[in-house]
């Protein structure tokens, strides 16, 4: 067997390790207000973790990503969009965003320049979500949640995980069409 091209560069699988649930103090390192193709507006924050045993975690990801510049990917985003789902009001994770932030940074008052965001300093609290792989696996990531002062983050309670919706199939744990007269109903 010859050595693979590029084989003492690679990480190994599992080397790099992975964020866990809870709240983590943070740092915003680029923001960029978009609109859906349906006109509705969200911030993409790109963060970074600021201190503790995870400070630069997705910089460290980002810079042992063996593939070119070109295709490597800022992993440390979050989405948060601003209106609300009924029109004419304000999402309360961008109020929670906002508000964190502004608690986070001293004499910092929002003026709606989204710009002026970018390294404030806010807690991020994030839990495990289920998805299913290309495998066809159920497989977990973590990712941001809501906000928190930067202060409160490490205190912050995990929440519970987002799982994947199990199949009709899968939520009975009988199939009736199978009973006959002789069986005993489980009720």
């Known amino acids: 067997m010859e050595k693979p091209q590029g084989y003492d560069e690679a990480q190994a699988f599992g080397e790099f390790g992975t964020l866990p649930a809870g709240g983590h103090k943070c740092i915003i390192k680029q923001i960029k207000c978009e609109k859906t193709s349906q006109g509705k507006k969200y911030l993409k924050i790109a963060f970074d973790i600021a201190e503790g045993e995870y400070k630069d975690f997705y910089q460290r990801k980002f810079d042992n990503d063996t593939r070119s510049i070109e295709e490597r990917k800022w992993s440390g985003?979050?989405?948060?969009?601003?209106?609300?789902?009924?029109?004419?009001?304000?999402?309360?994770?961008?109020?929670?965003?906002?508000?964190?932030?502004?608690?986070?940074?001293?004499?910092?008052?929002?003026?709606?320049?989204?710009?002026?965001?970018?390294?404030?300093?806010?807690?991020?609290?994030?839990?495990?979500?289920?998805?299913?792989?290309?495998?066809?696996?159920?497989?977990?990531?973590?990712?941001?949640?809501?906000?928190?002062?930067?202060?409160?983050?490490?205190?912050?309670?995990?929440?519970?995980?987002?799982?994947?919706?199990?199949?009709?199939?899968?939520?009975?744990e009988f199939d009736l069409s199978e009973a006959n007269d002789n069986d005993d109903l489980p009720f």
């Open 77 to 172: 985003t979050w989405t948060v969009f601003i209106e609300g789902y009924n029109p004419g009001t304000t999402n309360p994770r961008f109020k929670g965003l906002i508000t964190s932030v502004e608690a986070s940074n001293e004499n910092f008052k929002f003026d709606f320049d989204e710009q002026k965001l970018v390294g404030k300093k806010v807690g991020i609290v994030f839990r495990e979500e289920e998805f299913e792989g290309q495998d066809g696996q159920v497989h977990t990531s973590i990712k941001p949640y809501f906000a928190v002062s930067y202060d409160k983050a490490k205190e912050a309670k995990v929440p519970n995980p987002k799982k994947l919706q199990q199949t009709e199939q899968a939520n009975n």
